[in-house]
């Protein structure tokens, strides 16, 4: 069993900075087994892919939207991804979500490799 839980989210300004983090408590895969992922949800669009790191940490992949503002990390020893997003705009507002890929340590981008999602927090930018 696989839980995530997200922090980190709140409202900031355009321009400014935000960090989320996710925790994840595991009682079956060894977290430093598998890619991590976060994926974002705006009102009335679907969810969509913002960034991604292997299992070793040593590889990430962004979205076009999130290249050069947004920095995905783990810390395995800590069982611990985040998220470093700079920047923002308004158009960053929307509902993150950490998710977790058991089956692979490489990167996907799809949300369907993904198989445990964190609840969600909430991202506002304001303008």
């Known amino acids: 069993q696989v839980q995530l839980v997200e922090s980190g989210g709140g409202l900031v300004q355009a321009g400014g900075s935000l960090s989320l983090s996710c925790a994840v408590s595991v009682s079956g895969p060894v977290f430093s087994n598998y890619a991590m992922g976060w994926f974002r949800q705006a009102p009335g669009k679907e969810r969509e892919f913002v960034a991604a790191i292997n299992c070793f940490g040593t590889s990430t992949r962004y979205a076009d939207s999130a290249k050069g503002r947004f920095t995905i990390s783990r810390v395995n020893a800590k069982n611990t991804v985040y998220l470093e997003m700079n920047s923002l705009k308004p158009e960053d507002t929307a509902d993150y979500y950490c998710?977790?890929?058991?089956?692979?340590?490489?990167?996907?981008?799809?949300?369907?490799?993904?198989?445990?999602w964190g609840p969600g927090i909430q991202v506002t930018v304001s303008s």
């Open positions: 998710s977790t890929d058991v089956n692979n340590c490489r990167i996907s981008t799809s949300s369907q490799a993904y198989d445990y």
